[in-house]
């Protein structure tokens, strides 16, 4: 596999990504701030560069490279690979309660072969407001199979949550997601979640919750609980919420290593708008971090995806907006410790973004995470 990578912070440097064209690439990859994906001529002026390429990119929350955290660049990362097999896909979600057929219709774009080709893996951008990315994620794997991994990442506009995009093969839209589909066995995929944050308070049982929206705690509005707790954090609500994400417990004990943060707040029905789906009668705890167990998260996260492999040619790295707050001036300290565990410096891209998508483990099924390091490895078989 053959990869170059660019980074611009300015229109003025797009002239840069020229020596990535001339590579002719089977496979662009475009992460970035929200004002490039806003700028009139921006999808054409990387279709212009890129006329042959298949073309997935969405706006971040911050840009992620092997050196650590960037703030409003657009990076690039171009992939050609000996036997290109790839597929990009999109479909429009209309609204919140459309996601899971939204999802479905992914599937079905994606789950004929390619050729002959059987799909072996996804990587999925969504759109990071108005989504319900949980609903998203199982309406893919109805359709492509709970076998197949999905690895990717909510799409971000720099923490204002207002509005957020995705790219597709020439176009910026701020209503379709997308996807690409990893065909036959020339490209292996390798993904895996983990969090670091440590839990506090009591655990609550979700009395009344539907969908992504949480209702009650153990009988009482869920908003009054989260207030109690986040004390005088309860004044910058909903934005304070990035700061103590909800655990997901099993049976009231065990994490089961989903974690959802809060999107919203409704001050009428005293309700949690949340990232992820949450069902009734499960338990949760609040949870809270500091920066040297979100490091070691972001390394967990790198060895299982790893496993026996001792690298890969790219390092896909999806991390959370709130970890990005909770680290602050330490935030490059994550990457680092996920490409320090890599050799061969692989080339490293992602974003920081408003949910995380994978497997807990190389061995579980994908979903929706809040406030993970999801690492995704590809490399090319010889």
Request: aromatic fraction near 6%.
């Amino acid at each position: 596999m053959e990869i170059g990578q660019a980074h611009s912070s300015g229109i003025l440097s797009y002239g840069n990504w020229e020596r990535l064209g001339a590579l002719k690439p089977d496979l662009v990859l475009v992460f970035g701030g929200s004002d490039h994906f806003r700028r009139p001529g921006f999808a054409e002026a990387l279709r212009e560069v890129f006329p042959g390429s298949a073309m997935l990119g969405c706006p971040t929350a911050g840009e992620i490279v092997r050196e650590g955290a960037l703030e409003g660049h657009v990076v690039l990362t171009a992939l050609k690979v000996q036997t290109p097999a790839f597929r990009v896909v999109a479909t429009p979600l209309g609204c919140m309660e459309g996601s899971r057929a939204s999802g479905e219709a992914l599937g079905s774009a994606l789950g004929a072969p390619l050729g002959e080709l059987p799909l072996r893996g996804v990587m999925l951008l969504g759109q990071g407001v108005r989504v319900n990315g949980s609903a998203i994620i199982r309406g893919l794997a109805d359709v492509v199979g709970r076998e197949v991994p999905i690895c990717g990442a909510l799409a971000g506009d720099g923490g204002a949550f207002e509005r957020t995009f995705t790219l597709h093969d020439g176009q910026v839209s701020d209503r379709d997601i997308a996807a690409l589909g990893f065909y036959g066995e020339g490209i292996e995929l390798r993904t895996a979640s983990a969090g670091g944050w440590m839990p506090f308070g009591p655990v609550r049982r979700i009395t009344r919750a539907r969908d992504n929206v949480l209702h009650e705690l153990d009988g009482e509005p869920a908003l009054a609980i989260y207030r109690r707790y986040l004390g005088e954090w309860a004044r910058e609500l909903p934005g304070s919420g990035l700061l103590f994400p909800i655990s997901l417990l099993e049976d009231g004990q065990g994490e089961t290593g989903l974690t959802r943060t809060l999107l919203g707040i409704d001050e009428a029905s005293g309700s949690l708008i949340l990232a992820g789906d949450v069902t009734e009668h499960c338990c949760v705890r609040l949870m809270h971090a500091d920066t040297g167990g979100l490091v070691e998260g972001a390394r967990i996260a790198a060895r299982s995806a790893l496993g026996e492999w001792e690298s890969a040619d790219l390092a896909l790295l999806f991390s959370c907006l709130g970890r990005k707050l909770v680290m602050g001036g330490r935030v490059d300290e994550e990457v680092e410790a996920v490409t320090d565990l890599l050799k061969g410096s692989p080339l490293v891209s992602g974003f920081y973004s408003y949910g995380e998508i994978g497997p807990h483990s190389r061995f579980s099924d994908s979903k929706l995470h809040n406030q993970t390091m999801t690492v995704t490895l590809l490399r090319e078989r010889p």
